[in-house]
């Protein structure tokens, strides 16, 4: 049966174990540099009327819009 004092002694072993293990070869890790790219999207043709009664005003609307996205992806290796 293991006691308090031999079970302290083991933690303390495994402990050092695993220092020694990780501490001698430090944990790296390789990636290439991020993707960063903008993409434009536009939507020239209306959307069908929408009513703006429900926020009080008496006017439809025809919806066109245009989104500017900025985007940066990470990848695990190189992108070459």
Avoid: W
Avoid at 61 to 80: D, K
């Amino acid at each position: 049966m293991l006691n308090m004092r031999t079970l302290s002694r083991l933690f303390c072993a495994l402990g050092i174990a695993v220092l020694g293990t990780y501490g001698a070869a430090p944990l790296t890790a390789a990636a290439g540099a991020p993707v960063i790219f903008t993409q434009t999207r536009t939507v020239s043709t209306p959307s069908p009327n929408f009513s703006c009664r429900p926020y009080g005003d008496s006017f439809n609307v025809l919806a066109t819009f245009s989104v500017e996205a900025h985007y940066i992806q990470f990848f695990a290796g190189s992108t070459t």
